[in-house]
């Protein structure tokens, strides 16, 4: 009988590869904790229609790389393929716009996209997320990418690049969008690309055909387009990341792949990765709400890779800490051992100590070798001579120095060596 694979663009996260995605987990949402973020969690499916509106219909992920399924019920779902849509619904159906702005969330979770699979893009993939809803101010924007720069600096992480740029709003847009266009129809591109002109022409600079970028030198920049409240906004993030210490690289050409931003948007690019270079980003996206059927609510956001992470930090060959190692590793030998042994190891784990126990009754040898294995700094080894003495041998498994405990107090001496 065959047995079952992982489906193809997917993968499994097994111990000790695991313990990095934990790492990388904690560390990107430690500091979003300790800034006022709250945790939210949505469905691994949405209605298709919160993508197509929030996303935005001419987008690669909504035409092309959403996976969508038909309930019984006639329902048209697809599997999420990035977080804000996400989160902005479940904020608004909670009503937490009608609290104090802003509201301040973050999330860890799969996303789903069909793509070809390559190093570094897979078809599920972990994020984790932040939004900051209801409140247009550039401390916002800078407080968040802040967040994200520290995160990856505390990781250990050097070797990245913030890119930054401003998309404008409403009323420098449509403008810049118009003279974009008129630039993009007197180049020769295929039908594809001459349809999305008319549809989101800023889509066009992202395109990465040598063919097109080529083409692309001369195109008329945003930068060169926003209006003074667009331009004053983007310096004092600038200002505000500058005095936060946090380097970055002016991009007049990051637009990034979804039809929701406005204003600030960046990305963290990282040199160790070939084709797939970034590693997170985001920007403020004041439309979003009303796109998805709700009121008016300025908001900023972003999603950072945990696999792009950790391939980013094994590209530099920084070592993350492992999971929690055993401290303690109980070896019995013989039946009443056993159950004695074993119920100084649950007391030990209820006094906070990592331990673990030879099971499937190992003799001797065999269980000193997976003591030694755990990285164990002790071991705890009963036999039947130790118990007719009700004592315990405890071992140093650095030094090998070996001492006998009383049984009854082996809990109490093993909490004061460790702690």
């Known amino acids: 009988m065959n047995t079952f694979s992982a489906p193809k663009g997917t993968y499994d996260l097994l111990p000790p590869q695991s313990a990095e995605f934990l790492a990388v987990r904690e560390a990107i949402s430690a500091p979003l904790r300790r800034a006022g973020y709250g945790y939210v969690e949505t469905p691994g499916f949405e209605q298709v229609e919160l993508f197509a509106r929030g996303v935005g219909e001419s987008t690669d992920i909504v035409t092309k790389e959403m996976y969508t399924l038909t309930t019984k019920g006639g329902d048209e779902l697809a599997l999420r393929p990035e977080g804000t849509a996400s989160v902005l619904r479940a904020a608004l159906q909670g009503n937490l716009h009608r609290g104090a702005l802003p509201v301040k969330l973050w999330y860890s979770g799969s996303y789903y996209r069909y793509e070809r699979p390559q190093a570094g893009r897979y078809r599920h993939f972990s994020q984790v997320g932040a939004e900051a809803l209801g409140a247009e101010d550039p401390a916002l924007d800078a407080e968040l990418i802040i967040l994200a720069a520290d995160a990856y600096r505390t990781l250990g992480l050097r070797r990245f690049t913030l890119l930054l740029n401003s998309l404008g709003d409403r009323e420098c847009r449509p403008v810049y969008r118009a003279a974009l266009q008129d630039f993009l129809r007197g180049l020769d591109l295929d039908e594809e690309t001459r349809a999305r002109i008319e549809i989101n022409p800023l889509r066009v600079l992202d395109d990465k055909r040598e063919s097109v ?88 956001g972003w999603a950072l890779g945990v696999d792009r992470t950790v391939l980013a930090l094994r590209a530099e060959g920084v070592e993350l800490p492992a999971g929690d190692t055993t401290e303690v590793y109980a070896v019995p030998l013989g039946e009443e051992a056993r159950r004695s042994l074993f119920s100084v190891v649950t007391e030990l784990r209820r006094g906070g100590v990592a331990a673990d126990f030879a099971y499937g009754g190992k003799g001797m040898k065999n269980a000193m070798k997976s003591a030694n294995r755990s990285g164990a700094r002790y071991a705890l080894v009963l036999g039947e001579r130790d118990l007719a003495e009700n004592v315990v041998q405890l071992k140093d498994l650095e030094s090998g120095e070996q001492t006998a405990v009383a049984l009854d107090s082996a809990v109490d001496h093993v909490l004061t060596k460790l702690h």
Do not use: N, W
């Open 213 to 300: 970028q080529l083409q692309l030198a001369d195109a008329p920049l945003m930068r060169d387009h926003l209006c003074e409240g667009c331009k004053s906004y983007h310096e004092q993030v600038r200002e505000l990341l500058t005095a936060a210490g946090v380097e970055y690289s002016d991009d007049p050409r990051l637009v990034r792949g979804l039809d929701y931003y406005t204003r600030t948007t960046f990305e963290f690019v990282h040199g160790g990765l070939g084709s797939q270079s970034a590693i997170g980003g985001g920007g403020r996206y004041d439309g979003l709400a009303e796109m998805i059927g709700g009121p008016a609510l300025p908001s900023v």
